[in-house]
């Protein structure tokens, strides 16, 4: 189980999924199953991405991406 998650919104999935996309990409520990996008509320736009990680280096890093992709509401947890 990954103990680090950083999380952000953005305000459609398109960006989200570009962000997901390049984490992935990375040489990184990151895997399909630990990046989620979803839905904050029906029928909008904005949805919320989750990458869970395994060290805070790989969670700072992430939250450059969210804030890179212009992911907002950027939060991390350890």
Do not use: C, W
Request: negative net charge; hydrophobic residues 40%; glycine residues 6%.
């Amino acid at each position: 189980m990954k103990l680090h998650t950083a999380s952000g919104v953005f305000e459609n999935i398109a960006k989200a999924e570009d962000a997901k996309e390049y984490l992935l990409a990375q040489e990184l520990e990151f895997t399909d199953g630990d990046i989620i996008i979803t839905t904050l509320t029906p029928g909008e736009e904005n949805v919320l991405l989750k990458a869970h990680a395994d060290s805070p280096r790989e969670m700072q890093e992430a939250v450059d991406v969210i804030r890179n992709y212009g992911g907002v509401d950027i939060n991390m947890t350890a």
